[in-house]
């Protein structure tokens, strides 16, 4: 009956140490960060990050978030194998007036950061008068 529990708990323990060394899915973003610069009010504008799924496991989005209104993230839907690329596209339309302004896209993955916050930035100024 030793013999039994001890190659059961060998096994077992083979079994856990096997499965915890494949890689779960996680991005590697081109960059985390896009600055548009000046950009004109009411003239939307948008930026793709590029990312690699450089786990073992499909990586899937389940949710993109913008804080706020004035931008909109649209993202690839179709899980991504290990070394397949893919694309969140940010865009964001200034209505309001003149200034600088700072947003934030959170990521929501299967991936070993679940949670990954994208941030675009720059500056909206009046359009140039005829």
Do not use: R
């Not at 096994?11 to 991005?27: D, H, M, R, S, Y």
């Not at 009010?41 to 990050?49: A, G, H, S």
């Amino acid at each position: 009956m030793k013999k039994i529990l001890v190659l059961f708990a060998f096994v077992l323990g083979f079994g856990i140490a096997a499965n915890a060394q494949t890689k779960p899915a996680e991005f590697k973003f081109e960059s985390e960060t896009h600055d548009f610069g000046k950009i004109v009010l009411n003239k939307p504008v948008t930026y793709d990050f590029k990312y690699t799924n450089i786990g073992e496991e499909p990586l899937i989005i389940s949710k993109a978030e913008a804080s706020c209104g004035c931008t909109v993230p649209k993202y690839t839907s179709t899980p991504l194998k290990k070394g397949e690329t893919g694309v969140i596209s940010v865009t964001f339309n200034a209505a309001a007036g003149p200034s600088t302004f700072s947003k934030a896209v959170t990521i929501t993955s299967n991936a070993k950061t679940p949670v990954k916050v994208l941030y675009i930035k720059g500056e909206t100024v009046a359009p140039a008068s005829k």
